[in-house]
């Protein structure tokens, strides 16, 4: 699988488990691909984005919030970069 395969298993993992739409990857460490996840809306209606991590073999895990930001932040940084 490529990276794009593991955004896109993340994307419905999303989507099916909070109804979140907004994805972003976070890096990779150990074989596990992390990324952010959260939705559009306005801020007080919008839930606290989420970090799950996606294995090789497409196993998903959620992260505990003690990660929560630590993903976030990496995920953020990434997104900056790109301009």
Known sequence: MEKKDYLKIAQ??????WN????????EEN??????CTREGRPHYSSMPVAIR???NGEIEEL???LW?????????????QY
């Open 31 to 36: 074989g596990w691909y992390y990324y952010s």
């Open 54 to 56: 996606v294995n090789h």
């Open 20 to 27: 979140f739409d907004i994805v972003h990857f976070a890096g």
């Open 64 to 66: 505990p919030s003690s």
């Open 12 to 17: 419905e993992y999303s989507i099916k488990t």
């Open 69 to 81: 930001m630590k993903v976030n932040a990496d995920a953020y940084r990434l997104l900056q970069s």
